[in-house]
């Protein structure tokens, strides 16, 4: 059965990473391509056919590898759990991985680390893919702190920009504020359910019965580590600074599948959210927020990866908000189409910077419509994917979200849709400002502007077939009876949801946001387009709010003075008083104590011998006297 | 002269070999030649030897006397270690007074 071969699919990039990153130097560049996209598409393959047995049978699968840790009742298995939803993330994760590869041996093609950076791109799929086989939670923890490590490594790729390395301390510190919660979960988790396996801890959770505090407690534990992972606020600052990598790995990592690990989870564990509605109102509600606060600081900025990374916090936000009102399999739905159109929107954006040179403020873009013609149509299928217009994947997987929300509260659809409709502004005013109007950089940039070479080229063109028409594996009831294959895909996993709206209410939500879509975009054609309205200039004045927002509401600054500040404030305090005066005086004091007291008795020994004699005497009779008196 | 020894109480031998042992450690303590002070730890060794003898006798136990033997074999040895050391040391500083042998000190 190819099921048991499951093992096979982190084998392959594990085996990559060694061999690009132990030989090195001495593989020749297009080698180690073939090695690390070799690698990717043998799992890619393996994936298919799990998937395809997967898509036929609806098994859930258990494919026990080694026992790992055994330590009186605590038992972790090292074995892999295969059903619809790990087959679905199996795919997005070696399918988007793969064209990414392909993408990065052109992208990365005249950089010194072209090596390094492939064993790390193979050592972070690795990692990605045991995070989401993993049949109990300590396996997704490994994976989990795995795919942290490399995205810092990934993130600080080019270490010898200061702030780029600062960016890379900064994701890597965020995601360990959310993994504590995590780890505290799983600990939660074996201690109410002596046991850590998906299977049974979702075997005994039903009998808690529902809004259980221990449930709650965990649940929100989890959801502490998924709002580090899947930046979401608090935690979202480390995403748009995460920017300073590659822009493959912005694609790979930063959108289309480690920020989506946290949604992994907490579908994976639908089981205990179902059971407390207070934590599904939480995720819910902190998924909207981030949505809308995450879309209007996108409006502001001029950097186009910026942009994008400020789009994926809002479209995380919306997974969250799908999670939080119970429509698991939309907001999985999400991912999967939301893989394909980021995936596709960052690497148009990073065939875009490299026909720039290097330059990524859209302000000094434009006009790239003529000299980039598979990049402009390609990213503008992407911008029409995201924005959510029919028949485009967005449209599906978000209309999902949106409906769902809208059974829950009228008032979170309003919110929801408030969102995308700035989605769909900001996307548009990234395109209209890079591709249309007048070339606006230097002379010498225009000079050297040219269409990517295919490596580049054919991944993004797949992913805008993908993106075209991925939404179709999911088209709502309302408009097709019995066509959403998603769902009753992942129904073994997720079960069944349903809006429980009538058909008709359904139509006219879709037909609302829309119509409503097709205003904004004509808003946005007018305003960069007819008008040829620039972005302000930096140091030119703004409206104070303007401003505010431009500054993505000075979070960074806020977060500086009330947690950086105080802390390196009480980390100084200690280290002068208590670390000098107290720690140091106690080992240093010893050690004076020691010599002194030594210097003292050295003159005990003073070279004659009748002394000693008399000691020991002396010694001896007072030894008698102890031992019998 | 075996009915003489037995005659001898136990408390005299104690009391002899006390004697002994305490001249032997008031010698090694307050007299400054090493062969006088060598001699005297020889004292001390005799007076326990005496002790184990007589113990011996008065328990009808013979394993004090083979400790004599053993004493008596070791304490050879030791009296010609020391004594070659003793030599050494008269012909390095003419002399066999401990205190001249005061240089290995802090």
Not at chain 1, 422 to 443: D, E, I, P, Q, W
């Amino acid at each position: 059965m190819v099921v048991n071969y499951v093992w096979l699919i982190p084998l392959f990039p594990l085996l990559g990473f060694l061999i690009t990153g132990l030989l090195n130097r001495k593989l020749s560049k297009g080698l180690t391509g073939i090695v690390a996209c070799g690698s990717i598409a043998a799992s890619f393959v393996v994936s298919l056919l799990i998937f395809l047995h997967e898509n036929s049978t609806h098994a859930i699968v258990n494919v026990p590898l080694f026992d790992w840790i055994t330590s009186g009742t605590f038992k972790a298995g090292f074995s892999f759990l295969v059903d619809p939803l790990s087959a679905l993330f199996l795919m997005i994760i070696t399918g988007v991985g793969f064209l990414i590869h392909v993408y990065s041996t052109g992208y990365m093609h005249d950089d010194d680390g072209f090596r390094r950076f492939f064993s790390y791109l193979n050592l972070f799929i690795f990692f990605m893919l045991l995070l989401v086989l993993g049949n109990n939670y300590l396996i997704m923890f490994v994976g989990w702190e795995g795919v942290g490590l490399c995205s810092y490594l990934l993130i600080g790729f080019w270490f010898k920009n200061t702030s780029y390395n600062n960016a890379a301390k900064k994701a890597f510190i965020m995601n360990r504020i959310g993994d504590l919660g995590f780890l505290l979960g799983i600990l939660l988790i074996f201690t109410t359910f002596g046991s850590i396996t998906y299977k049974d801890v979702f075997a005994q959770a039903s009998g808690f019965g529902a809004n259980n505090p221990t449930i709650i407690a965990i649940t929100l534990l989890l959801f502490i580590g998924a709002i580090g992972k899947s930046a979401q606020i608090p935690l979202y600052t480390w995403l748009p600074d995460a920017m300073a990598g590659p822009t493959p790995v912005s694609a790979l990592i930063h959108a289309a599948t480690m920020v989506t690990a946290g949604i992994y989870m907490i579908a994976r564990s639908n089981v205990l959210y179902s059971l407390a509605p207070v934590s599904m109102e939480v995720v819910a509600g902190i998924g909207l927020f981030t949505a809308i606060f995450g879309a209007t600081i996108g409006i502001f900025q001029n950097d186009i990866k910026k942009v994008l990374a400020y789009s994926t916090v809002s479209q995380l936000g919306y997974m969250f908000l799908g999670l939080g009102v119970g429509a698991y399999s939309g907001a999985v739905f999400h991912v999967a189409t939301h893989a394909f159109f980021k995936a596709l929107l960052f690497l148009g954006s990073g065939s875009v910077i490299h026909a720039m040179s290097g330059e990524q403020d859209i302000r000094k873009m434009g006009g790239l419509k003529k000299h980039l013609p598979i990049t402009h149509i390609t990213f503008l299928i992407g911008t029409i994917a995201i924005s959510g217009i029919p028949p485009f994947a967005g449209f599906f997987s978000k209309d999902e979200i949106l409906a769902h929300a809208f059974a829950h509260n009228n008032f979170f659809w309003i919110l929801g849709l408030v969102g995308s409709l700035m989605t769909c502004f900001y996307m548009f005013r990234l395109y209209f400002l890079t591709f249309h109007g007048k070339f606006r950089g230097t002379h010498e940039q225009e000079h050297h502007l040219h269409e990517s070479p295919s490596s580049m080229t054919i991944p993004l063109m797949v992913l805008a077939v993908l993106a075209m028409v991925g939404g179709f594996m999911g088209v709502p009831d309302a408009l097709m009876r019995n066509s959403h294959w998603l769902s009753g895909f992942l129904s073994p996993v997720l079960g069944l949801s349903f809006t429980g709206l009538s058909e008709s209410k359904e139509l006219s939500l879709m037909i609302i946001s829309v119509a409503l879509l097709v205003v904004v975009i004509g808003l946005a054609h007018v305003v960069y387009v007819k008008r040829g309205q620039l972005p302000a200039e930096e140091g030119a004045e703004i409206s104070p709010l303007q401003k505010v927002v431009y500054n993505k509401y000075y979070v960074d600054e806020i977060y500086e003075m009330l947690i950086t500040k105080p802390l390196n404030m009480i980390s100084s305090i200690f280290d002068r008083i208590i670390e000098s005066k107290f720690i140091d005086g106690i080992v240093n004091g010893v050690g004076t104590m020691v010599n002194k007291a030594s210097g003292g008795l050295r003159l005990m020994q003073t070279g004659h011998i009748g002394f000693y004699l008399f000691a020991m005497v002396l010694s001896i009779v007072l030894m008698l006297f102890v031992k019998f008196f | 002269m075996n009915n003489v020894i037995n005659g001898v109480p136990l408390n005299y031998y104690i009391l002899l070999s006390a004697i002994l042992f305490t001249i032997g450690v008031l010698g090694v303590l307050f007299r400054r030649n090493a062969i006088i002070i060598f001699m005297c730890i020889e004292l001390m060794l005799n007076a326990v030897n005496l002790l184990l003898v007589a113990f011996s006798r008065y328990l009808s136990d013979s394993s004090g006397q083979v400790f004599v033997f053993f004493i008596m074999a070791v304490a050879a040895a030791e009296v010609a270690v020391g004594l070659a050391i003793l030599t050494m040391i008269y012909r390095n500083t003419k002399s066999s007074d401990i205190d001249v042998l005061n240089k290995l000190k802090w």
